[in-house]
């Protein structure tokens, strides 16, 4: 049986929030390019932040086709946004891929607030170039570990195609070595059982079992060394809890 625990973290920030009341606030402004003085018809993502950095509410700059926000013959793109917050102040902040990202801090007085012009300044090709994609930081997985006379191996750091059996999960794993009729060995040492959970369920047929038993149900191998004239070397293998 699998039990899954969550630990539920609650934040809680330096101030108390209990003596400033959660109010409703809207913010609305016009986005222009830093260098030509238009007006930005991308999609600028604008996020309203709290004093503590915790987004309250987002949006992206729109077309506003009403007659009294155009300006000749230039299109108004404006953004409008509704939120809820405690305190009067807030930071708005500035995102598009093409674009250099901006923070302005505001002081909300009264329910709604026009920003007028922010900035943001567009970046140039050689910029977008240099600018590092997305990192993806993968754990080394321990394949296998040495404890004395015990070898532990981590049946998921080998990969095997699909619906492959056990013997093709064993010939991926270094120092192992399978030989005719279902014989194994293991740093050239022979391997006299083949255990499943503890058990020998097919009383030295390890051929049997090598051919028939799904390579994805096995969690993990352990050879154990033994003195050989009291035991031998046994393989010993513990199933997933439950299949992939």
């Known amino acids: 049986m699998i039990f899954i625990f969550l630990s539920v973290f609650f934040y809680m920030s330096g101030q108390d929030k209990g003596s400033s009341r959660v109010l409703e606030h809207r913010l609305k402004g016009n986005i222009m390019n830093l260098v030509t003085g238009h007006y930005v018809s991308d999609s600028i993502k604008v996020d309203i932040l709290d004093a503590d950095s915790v987004i309250v509410a987002s949006d992206y700059n729109h077309l506003n086709t009403s007659r009294e926000y155009r300006n000749g013959d230039e299109l108004i793109y404006q953004f409008d946004i509704p939120f809820k917050g405690a ?4 930071i708005v902040r500035l995102q598009h891929p093409d674009y250099d990202e901006v923070s302005y801090p505001v002081t909300v007085n009264g329910f709604s607030s026009d920003l007028g012009m922010l900035k943001i300044r567009k970046l140039s090709k050689f910029e977008k170039d240099v600018i590092l994609g997305e990192v993806v930081v993968k754990a080394s997985i321990v394949q296998v570990v040495n404890k004395g006379d015990t070898i532990q191996y981590n049946a998921d750091a080998f990969a095997v195609a699909q619906g492959s059996m056990l013997d093709a999960l064993l010939e991926k794993m270094p120092g192992v070595e399978l030989r005719e009729n279902g014989q194994i060995y293991v740093n050239g040492r022979f391997v006299d059982k083949l255990l ?7 009383q030295g047929e390890q051929f049997v079992l090598l051919q028939n038993l799904p390579a994805y149900t096995i969690k993990n191998m352990k050879v154990l060394f033994c003195s050989m004239n009291v035991c031998g070397s046994n393989f010993a293998m513990s199933k997933q809890s439950k299949p992939i």
């Open 87 to 90: 305190g009067n102040n807030f």
């Open 196 to 202: 499943l959970d503890g058990k020998d369920f097919f």
